[in-house]
C-alpha cells in the first residue's frame, strides 16, 4: 500500500477560546472517494477550510503528499510575502464552496479558463501582440475547458453566462472549473445541497465517474447519506470536532457512536 | 372607462404637486432678508405647478401606444451582460473608417474645437486607465488623478531639472506613475471596497498636497512651465532657438501656431488608439479575465490559485500607467501645470466617466469621457446651469442605464475542434507544474 494521499496528524483549531476542532487525525487516500460526515455543527467544513488553506490550523499538520513529494499545508500558508491559500491550489488541492462561488457575469468557459491561469500564456506582451506561444496555449485551454463541459454534460452551455444556469448545473460547473486547476485532490464541500432527487443523482454518477475514469482522489462533505454510502470508499465521522469513528461505509453504519450522534442517544446506552 | 383612466391620474397629479409644494416651499418660497423672511410662496407654487404638469404629460405619453413602446425598450436595455455568439459581422470596417476620421480631424476643425477633442481624448486615456482599476479589477480608486498629477509633472519638472523631453516622458511616465501605483497599492490591497477608496482618496489628496507646498522644488501654487514637443528635434516655435531648426522653415511652409495642436492631437490620438487595443485585447487575456474572476468574487479566486495581491498589483499598476500618460499629454497641451488641476473633483469626474459608460465596457468609456467633456462646451450659453444640466443628465442615466451606456457583451469561445481530444487535461498541466 502506498502512502496516503493526504494525512492529517492532531489537528486542532481555535477560534479564541472555542474549539472547532479537537485532534482530529485521519487521511484520504489515492484515487478514492473520501466521505467527511457529521451533525451540523460538528467542524467539518472548519476541517475543509484548513485542508484547503482558508484556515491555519492552531496545531498540527496537514501532509499533502502530492506530485512534489510532501508538502506541509500550513507553512504554505505562512509563507512570507507571497504565501497564501492560493499556494495550495497551486500544490494540487481544489475545492468547491457550500454556497456556490461562480463568477455570475461571465460566461461559462471563461470561468474555466480563470482556473487555468497556470498554463496560459499570462505575459502581457504575448497577448497584446497575439504571438503564437500564446495562441497555442490559449487554444488548448479552451479545449480542455470543453473537455470538461462534456465531462459534466455541460458543453451545452458553454457560452452562456455562469449565473443564469439552473442551480444544478452551477454546482457541476464549480466542480468542472476545480477540475481544470489540475488538482491531485478535489474538495467538495455538500455538492448534494439544494439538488432534487435526479439532480443527485446525476452528481453521485460525475462524482464516481472522477474517480473510476480519471482517477481522482476526492474528499468529500456531505448531509445526503444515501449519496455518501452509494459513492465513497472511506467515511470520517466528526462529533463536537472531533473523529468519532473513521472506517469503510459498511463499518461507520453500524457504529453505534454514529447512530449515537446522529439519532441522539442517552450516554448510558452507548457505553453500554 | 374614461373616469377609470383620469381618476389615477388626478391622484399622481395631486401627490406630484404636493410633494413638490413641501420641498420647493422652504427653497425657493421663503427668501432670507438681513434677519427676518420675504414670502415668495407663489413662485413656489408656479414651479410646483410645472413640475406637476411635466408628470402628467410623462403619464399621459406612457399611455399612448408610441410611448409604451419606448418603456419598453428602455426596460430591456437595463438588463446588463450578455454574451456574444461568436456570429457577429467584425467591426473592422467601422473602426477603420472611425480611425480615418479621427486622424483627419485637425485638417477640418479650428483651433477652439481641436482644443476640446485634445480635452476630449485625454479623458479617454483616463477613463480607459481607471476602467481597468474600478470596471475590471473592482477596486474602488478615489484617487485617480494623483497618477495624473505623476505624469503631468514629471514632464515639468522633468524638464526643468533634467531636461526631459515630451517623447522622453511619454516613455517614463507610465513607468513611473506605474511605479507609485505600486507604492500605494502594495500595503492596501489586503484592504477591500470602502477601506480602499479612502485610502486611495487620501493619496490623491496627499500628492496634490505635495505639489501645492514643496514651494522649492514643484514651484508650489505658482506652477511650473511645460517645454513645447519637438520632431525629430524640429520646434513648433516661430523662431527657433539657438542652434535649432523650427518645423516649418524645415518643410518650407508658412508659420502657424496651430502646428503644434495638431502634433499633439495625432500623437494622443495614436497613443489612445493603442491604449484602445490593448484595453479590448486585455478583456481577452488571462490577466484580463483573472481581474474580472477577482472583481466577481475573490475567495472563488483564491481557490483557484489566483494569487490575489498580485492580481490587484498589476491592475492599479496599468491602471496608473495609462493615467500617468494622460498626464504628459496634459501638460504639454497647456504649457504650464499647477496643482489646481488635480483636486479631488478631477477624480471624481473620470469615476463618473467609468460609472456612466458601463463598469468595464471600453465604448461605453470612450462614449462616456466625449459627452462628459464635449457637453460642458456645448453649454456653455447656458454657463449657469451648467452644472445643474449635467447633474440631471447623470441622474436620469444612472435611472434608466444603470449598468452604464453600453451594455457589456463577453467573448464567446469554441473547441478546436468537435471531438473530445481526449485525456488532454493533466498531462498538460504537468509539463507546467
Known sequence: MTTPLLEIHNVTMRFGGIVANRNVSFSVERGAVTALIGPNGAGKTTMFNCITGFYRASEGEIVLNGRDGPLDIGTLITKPVTGGSHLVTRAGIARTFQNIRLFKDMSVVENLLVAQHLVTANNLLSGVFRTPSFHRAEREAVDRAYHWLREMNLADDANRLAGELPYGRQRRLEIARAMCTGPTLICLDEPAAGLNPSETRELSEVIQRLCTEHDQSVLVIEHDMALVMRISQHIVVLDHGEVISDGTPEHVANDPAVVAAYLGVSEEEVEA | ?433
Open chain 2, 1 to 433: 372607462m374614461q373616469t377609470n383612466r383620469l381618476l389615477p391620474l388626478f391622484k399622481q397629479a395631486l401627490l406630484t404637486f404636493t410633494v413638490s409644494l413641501i420641498l420647493f416651499g422652504p427653497i425657493s418660497g421663503l427668501v432670507l432678508e438681513g434677519f427676518s423672511f420675504r414670502n415668495e410662496l407663489t413662485r413656489a407654487v408656479v414651479l410646483a405647478a410645472i413640475v406637476t404638469a411635466g408628470r402628467v404629460a410623462i403619464s399621459l405619453v406612457q399611455m399612448t401606444s408610441l410611448g409604451q413602446a419606448l418603456t419598453r425598450r428602455m426596460a430591456d436595455s437595463g438588463v446588463g451582460v450578455t454574451v456574444m455568439t461568436g456570429t457577429e459581422k467584425s467591426p473592422v470596417l467601422i473602426l477603420a473608417l472611425l480611425f480615418v476620421a479621427g486622424l483627419s480631424l485637425p485638417f477640418f476643425a479650428d483651433k477652439y474645437f481641436l482644443g476640446i477633442a485634445i480635452l476630449a481624448l485625454i479623458y479617454c486615456l483616463l477613463g480607459l486607465g481607471l476602467n481597468i482599476v474600478v470596471g475590471l479589477a473592482g477596486l474602488l480608486d478615489l484617487g485617480f488623478v494623483a497618477f495624473y498629477a505623476v505624469g503631468a509633472y514629471l514632464l515639468a519638472l522633468g524638464s526643468q531639472y533634467l531636461g526631459l523631453g515630451f517623447w522622453g516622458a511619454l516613455i517614463i511616465a507610465p513607468l513611473l506613475a506605474g511605479l507609485f501605483g505600486m507604492v500605494l497599492a502594495f500595503p492596501v490591497l489586503k484592504m477591500h471596497g470602502d477601506y480602499l477608496a479612502i485610502v486611495t482618496l487620501g493619496f490623491g489628496e496627499i500628492i496634490r498636497l505635495v505639489l501645492n507646498n514643496w514651494l522649492d522644488f514643484t514651484g508650489g501654487p505658482n506652477g511650473a512651465p511645460v517645454p513645447a514637443p519637438t520632431v525629430f528635434g524640429l520646434e513648433f516655435t516661430r523662431t527657433a532657438k539657438q542652434g535649432g531648426v523650427s518645423i516649418h522653415d524645415y518643410l518650407g511652409i508658412p508659420y502657424s501656431a496651430d502646428y503644434k495642436f495638431w502634433f499633439i492631437y495625432l500623437v494622443l490620438f495614436l497613443v489612445v488608439c493603442l491604449v484602445i487595443y490593448a484595453v479590448e485585447r486585455l478583456r481577452v487575456m488571462p490577466l484580463g479575465r483573472m481581474w474580472e474572476a477577482l472583481r466577481e468574487d475573490e475567495i472563488a479566486c483564491r481557490s483557484l490559485g489566483v494569487n490575489h495581491v498580485f492580481t490587484k498589483l498589476t491592475a492599479f499598476m496599468l491602471g496608473a500607467s495609462t493615467g500617468g500618460l494622460a498626464g504628459v499629454f496634459f501638460a504639454v497641451h497647456q504649457g504650464f501645470v499647477n496643482p489646481t488641476s488635480f483636486t479631488f473633483f478631477e477624480s471624481a469626474l473620470i469615476l463618473a466617466i467609468v460609472v456612466l459608460g458601463g463598469l468595464g465596457s471600453t465604448v461605453g468609456v470612450i462614449a462616456a469621457a466625449l459627452v462628459l467633456t464635449i457637453l460642458p462646451e456645448l453649454l456653455r450659453d447656458f454657463a449657469e446651469y451648467r452644472v445643474l444640466i449635467f447633474g440631471v443628465l447623470m441622474v436620469v442615466m444612472m435611472i434608466w442605464k444603470p449598468r452604464g451606456l453600453v451594455r457589456i457583451k463577453r467573448p464567446a469561445f469554441f473547441p478546436s475542434t468537435t471531438t473530445d481530444a481526449g485525456p488532454l487535461p493533466l498531462t498538460a498541466k504537468a509539463e507546467v507544474a
